[in-house]
């Protein structure tokens, strides 16, 4: 399954994305592409609340799909401050557009440099065996 | 012949006029409403009406993806609903009235009260009956700060009066008549918001069903307030107002209260017969239904063991058995299922696993995902799950946990497991007919003994499977 890996993002083992947003202790986070092509057609994404905050490596939410119910945990730790609202009614832009549109959360991350940590694109490839 | 006065008709009074007078007694039944009490006038058989309703609409509305046109909008009429509800209820009224003339229960339309422990009175006419049965069954409870007006802000009785619906609901509560009615009023285009005080909804339910629950609750815009302790109901010119933590947490145009019920037991007059209750107002009663009076038993909501109907049938056959001197068979409270009908359904049967642990057992749970079924994506309907919870030392059922499309009609194979005090692996062994939506059973126990054929491979396979046990 040849997947659709940016370079300029972080990964995490769980297969959520993190994107550096303009203010530097922001952060974007979605689902991969290879995530999105495993779990098939989406149905609904269950996000937390704007001030709620989410702990790396715990579940945050939900994706369901045709095929199942799977947890997102999340890549890292902190306070969110905007969730895509577009996906309430359209959860299947996470398929149509992982990257962009389908994104999921924006959090204000607890530790900024949480973000070197995570896997790079290739570390995420070797990981998926792309 | 032994004479018996039976207070009330509901489920619990009817079912035991029923058993009674087919087993020789002489029954009088006293109840000053239309015989089936709540659960048909005013409980189970309207919101299930309503439901069925519901889930058409809701399917009908889903119509292309069924691969079905619809020419035309389809809607709800609250009005016709309620008369549909009226023609089944007095249907099956009708129904238990004739069941009592064909048994010579003689029907008293009155209040019965106790004068002393071995007379009641109804109305001018004083009875002196062998043994008294007391089935009042209970009534909405709303503390005074809800301020229950019955119009704007009502309970689960107001509600179903109710001539139109409003814009806007809050339901106060996270019971089963409080998830029951969000999903009906949800489907019937009314905003609903539900105030839970706890962290969950239905808190004494399988955890993961309460997830699943709340889940398919935000899917359909009801929102749902965790933790939220109302203290206050105010009305406002154009509503009402909820109260928590001392601010304003919701407001909408009406109230549903659904904090709970208690025992009709107000004007029964049990001090006069030296009935014992307890603090909420339950008559105090033993294994068998006796309360602490000789030849005075309650049963069914009166006695607070159970709030359910099916319960309250059962410890009425019960109660007359043994005022009878007949053979009879305790109940196990722990083998008595319980259904809700929000959408999905809901059923249980036996311990959760937090209960199971509390109470020393060790155990393992199975379960499986509704949707790796090819009957659920037939009906369309694929969230939920089974989960069936397994003593771990003797294999024995403890539990089975249903969310998903005919749970309550799921549940009674682990209810009959249970009450023979059987093995997971007797659902194992017993082949389940495909393409049902019971296969999920059958691969929860897989999972929990072993291995379900329709999961992934499980890494950590117990070495000592339970199937040895069978």
Redesign the interface.
Known sequence: MSCNIPDELRFHTDHLWVKAADNVSEVYIGVSDFAQKRLGTILFVELPRVGETIEAGSAFGTVESHKVVSDLIAPASGEIVEFNEKLRDAANLVNADCYGDGWLVKIRMQDAAHLSMLLTSGDYRALIGD | MREIVILGGGPAGYVAASHAAAHGARVILVDPKPLGGTCLNQGCIPTKVLVESCGLLEKVKRADAFGLQLDGAVSADWAALNRRAASIIAMLGQGIERLMQDRRVICMRGYGSFVDANTIRVDDDILRPDAILVCTGSVPHAEPQFNVDHEVIGTSDDLLAWESLPKSLMIVGSGIIACEFAFILDSLGVEVTVLASGSRLMSWADKDISLVMQ?EM??RNIQVELNCRVQSLTHTAIGVNAFASGKVVTSAERALVAVGRKPNTDSLGLANAGVLTNGQGEIVVDDVLRTNVPRIYAAGDVNGRSGLAHAASAQAKLAVDHMLGRDFALISDRAIPVAVFTNPEIAWVGRTEEEARADGIAVSSGRF?L?GLGRA?ALGE??GFAKVVVDQNTGDLVGMHIIGPHASEMVHEGALVLQRKGKAAELFHTVHAHPTVSEGILEAVEDALGQATHKPLSAGRREANVLQYS
């Open positions: 889940r935000r899917k995902d949707r994506h694929i969230s």
